[in-house]
Each structure stands twice: as structure tokens, then as C-alpha cells.
Nanobody, 123 residues
Framework: QVQLVESGGGLVQAGGSLRLSCAASGRTVSSYAMGWFRQAPGKEREFVAARGWSGSSTYYADSVKGRFTISRDNAKNTVYLQMNSLKPEDTAVYYC????????????????WGQGTQVTVSS
């Protein structure tokens, strides 16, 4: 099993940047495909970005492509989501998730979840 704890959320103006962290314990993040999802009030939880368990393949939702970057630091057992050029529509609770096997854009495929961190982008 792996335990996930997100941090780094906060309030930022439109056009600003934030970096979210997802610290893992119990197992190394290199053993899992890691994903970031977000959920805005009244909306379904949606895929944001993912990184495969092997190699350096990354995947992004069209809405964040070119603005967000997912990365992994195996030494720190931590996954990051660098968010640039933030927009008010990026406001949501952001969740880190882990799954065995290949990455997925389907939230139901993930086995482990963090508690979430709030990101609020003001206009």
C-alpha cells in the first residue's frame, strides 16, 4: 500500500503559478502510475495529468496541456504538479492518486488517493 499527502495549494491570482506536491509513504512512487485529478464544486472529479510508472511518459488533459507539468522525484518519493498561467476555471480541490499498471484517465482505475488540496484562482 501507499499513503499520499498533497500540499502546496492556496490562493493565487489569474496568470500566477503554484506547485503542488504529493508525498508518498509505504511504497515508492516509481512502483505506480501517478495521477492528478481535480474536483470543482458541483462537478465530477476530472483527470488533469498522469505519469506512467516506468519511463518518463506523461499525459495531460487538453485543458491544462502546455500550462501544467507533472514530474516525479524518486529520491524524495514525491510527485509534483507545476501549474503555470493559472485561470479561474482551474479552481478546484486537487487530488493525487496512484495505481498499479499502466496510467489511466479514469478516476475509477486508481487504488490510492490523497486527501486533496484546495487551489483557488482569483480573476
Amino acid at each position: 500500500q501507499v499513503q499520499l499527502v498533497e500540499s502546496g495549494g492556496g490562493l493565487v491570482q489569474a496568470g500566477g503559478s503554484l506547485r503542488l506536491s504529493c508525498a508518498a509513504s509505504g511504497r515508492t512512487v516509481s512502483s505506480y502510475a501517478m495521477g492528478w485529478f481535480r474536483q470543482a464544486p458541483g462537478k465530477e472529479r476530472e483527470f488533469v495529468a498522469a505519469r506512467g510508472w516506468s519511463g518518463s511518459s506523461t499525459y495531460y488533459a487538453d485543458s491544462v496541456k502546455g500550462r501544467f507539468t507533472i514530474s516525479r522525484d524518486n529520491a524524495k518519493n514525491t510527485v509534483y504538479l507545476q501549474m503555470n498561467s493559472l485561470k479561474p476555471e482551474d479552481t478546484a480541490v486537487y487530488y493525487c492518486a496512484a495505481k498499479t499498471g499502466p496510467y489511466s484517465r479514469n478516476k475509477g482505475a486508481y487504488d490510492y488517493w490523497g486527501q486533496g488540496t484546495q487551489v483557488t484562482v482569483s480573476s
